[in-house]
């Protein structure tokens, strides 16, 4: 379980607001209708500079203080992956509010003017008694392929429950040229029976050096995802870290991998249960080429 310091807040089909253990590996991520984030290794080293490559490349540094009835509110980066925006800001209570790392700010982002939300999921970390650390991870059905994004976040809920009256608004530009230069676009588009006669099939894999993702649809609605591993020519297996549902008829699913960049020719995807990860529902899929 997290320690004391540590909370994660998710918004999922019931808006059940789960707890999970912290993961810390060298890297950093971030999560219209549905909200989640799951496994943070990516936010342990967005936080953490001293466990963090170098992603500043991928990051819009931004320090812009809005001030309300609830406190001061520093957003202070704002990191592009594929599908995925990452927010870092940091909370400074007014004196007389109730705040502790069970309070969760969870964002509305537009993009463009337009709401690709899927899932957004928040994490508050108490550095003292009067500063908190707020991240957001905040997935998208999609993100224009621009270089540059005209984004608006707002920061106008709290812990899913209570409007802010006067809620935080940030109006920025964020950069994606670098990621979109660096990203690794597997094309799959191929379908494959499981074990228990259904079809799905897989669209395509991308991989950033902060993530990686294997898109997929299926020809019935499923309430929970399929899971996929991913294995290496020699022989290293990877196991997916969060899954979200991309449209509202549950048929089109994200599959994210963190800390995971794909710089080899071959790998195959080998679908697996969610709660057994070693066994196997159907065929594996080949990617990429020799």
Same mark, same amino acid.
């Given at each position: 379980?997290?320690?004391?310091? !540590? *909370?994660?807040?998710?918004? $999922?089909?019931?808006?059940?607001?789960?707890?999970?253990?912290?993961?810390?590996?060298?890297?950093?991520?971030?999560?219209?209708?549905?909200?989640?984030?799951?496994?943070?290794?990516?936010?342990?080293?967005?936080?953490?500079?001293?466990? %963090?490559?170098?992603?500043?490349?991928?990051?819009?540094?931004?320090? #812009?203080?809005?001030?309300?009835?609830?406190?001061?509110?520093?957003?202070?980066?704002?990191?592009?992956?594929?599908? $995925?925006?990452?927010?870092?800001?940091?909370?400074?209570?007014? %004196?007389? &509010?109730?705040?502790?790392?069970?309070?969760?700010?969870?964002?509305?982002?537009?993009?463009?003017?337009?709401?690709? +939300?899927?899932?957004?999921?928040?994490?508050?970390?108490?550095?003292?008694?009067?500063?908190?650390?707020? !991240?957001?991870?905040?997935?998208?059905?999609?993100?224009? #392929?621009? %270089?540059?994004?005209? &984004?608006?976040?707002?920061?106008?809920?709290?812990?899913?429950?209570?409007?802010?009256?006067?809620?935080?608004?940030?109006?920025? %530009?964020?950069? #994606?040229? $670098?990621?979109?230069?660096?990203?690794?676009?597997?094309?799959?588009?191929?379908?494959? /029976?499981?074990?228990?006669?259904?079809?799905?099939?897989?669209?395509?894999?991308?991989?950033?050096?902060?993530? +990686? /993702?294997?898109?997929?649809? *299926?020809? #019935?609605?499923?309430?929970?995802?399929?899971?996929?591993?991913?294995?290496?020519?020699?022989?290293? /297996?990877?196991?997916?870290?969060? *899954? !979200?549902?991309?449209?509202?008829?549950?048929?089109?699913?994200?599959?994210?991998?963190?800390?995971?960049?794909?710089?080899?020719?071959?790998?195959?995807?080998?679908?697996?249960?969610?709660?057994?990860?070693?066994?196997?529902?159907?065929?594996?899929?080949?990617?990429?080429?020799?």
């Amino acid at each position: 379980m997290l320690s004391s310091d !540590y *909370s994660l807040s998710e918004d $999922q089909p019931k808006k059940k607001r789960v707890r999970k253990k912290w993961f810390v590996i060298a890297l950093c991520i971030v999560v219209v209708s549905c909200v989640i984030i799951t496994n943070l290794p990516v936010v342990a080293s967005f936080l953490d500079k001293s466990k %963090e490559p170098d992603f500043s490349v991928y990051k819009t540094f931004v320090g #812009q203080t809005i001030e309300n009835d609830f406190g001061r509110l520093t957003l202070n980066e704002v990191m592009m992956d594929d599908n $995925q925006i990452l927010l870092n800001a940091t909370f400074e209570p007014v %004196e007389d &509010l109730d705040f502790d790392n069970q309070v969760f700010f969870i964002p509305q982002v537009l993009v463009n003017g337009q709401n690709f +939300t899927v899932r957004n999921g928040g994490q508050t970390i108490a550095q003292t008694d009067s500063i908190y650390t707020i !991240y957001n991870s905040v997935k998208m059905s999609e993100l224009p #392929q621009n %270089e540059k994004l005209k &984004l608006e976040i707002r920061y106008n809920d709290w812990n899913w429950e209570k409007p802010i009256d006067k809620p935080w608004v940030f109006k920025i %530009e964020a950069l #994606q040229e $670098q990621l979109l230069e660096d990203r690794i676009i597997f094309s799959v588009d191929k379908a494959i /029976t499981l074990n228990d006669g259904q079809v799905i099939k897989v669209e395509k894999v991308v991989s950033t050096p902060i993530s +990686t /993702t294997i898109y997929f649809q *299926s020809t #019935q609605s499923l309430q929970e995802s399929i899971a996929f591993n991913i294995l290496s020519e020699s022989g290293k /297996t990877w196991r997916y870290d969060s *899954s !979200y549902p991309l449209n509202e008829e549950h048929t089109q699913w994200g599959i994210r991998f963190d800390a995971l960049y794909l710089k080899d020719n071959m790998y195959e995807l080998i679908p697996v249960e969610t709660g057994d990860r070693d066994k196997e529902l159907g065929p594996a899929i080949k990617i990429g080429e020799k």
